[in-house]
């Protein structure tokens, strides 16, 4: 994080900037079989006389983020908050693997305003609004990439087992692979007052 402040007369400025990345890697393998007696454990496998199962896996992901944002206010009576962030997502497809969410905040404290100055038991009224995008890249590494299932051809005389990417005809069809998949975006609009009254007996936001 990087921060900048600046007050100039009536006007402030401030500026942050943010970088963060993040990596998760994962190795897993695994095998079944049959050993002599209970006391070998997994120490003795080449003892085994039926392995049944073997395998092994690697999951890998990385998200990396930048974000700027600006504060502007004026005589303390009128504030603005602009912020925009660039996320990247590895789980997402190739060409989609980042985007941009903006976001932009308005308030005025109708409290500092002159035509308030008299009314003594309002301590604080602010009128707010917002409007901003969030993302969500919550799928499981690979998702996007699809999968492999057999399919048999017929190779001359002889009938050979091969490997398709998807059989969409087949009765149990696996996932197609998705190179469209990107972010999904949510924007949300917020309007509200906050006040405070009779020396903070009364508060809260609408």
Known sequence: LIYYNK??????????????????????????AFVNSDEELWYNLNSAGNIQNAGTGLVETQMESYMIRA???FADKYLMTVSGRWDGASMLADGHKW??????????????EAFMQKLTWVEQLKLRFGVGTTGNSAIDAYATKGSVNSNFYHFGDAILSG??????????????????LGWEKTTQYNLGVDFSVLNGRIGGSV
């Open 71 to 73: 504060n502007y206010g």
């Open 99 to 112: 985007d941009f969410f903006p976001s932009l905040a308005l308030g005025w404290r109708m409290d500092r």
């Open 163 to 180: 490997i398709v990417p998807c059989d969409p005809s087949a009765k149990d069809p696996i996932v197609m692979a998705n190179r469209k």
């Open 7 to 32: 007050t100039v007369k009536k006007h402030s400025l401030g500026f942050t900037l943010l970088q963060s990345a993040s990596a998760y890697h994962m190795e897993n393998s695994s095998i079944k």
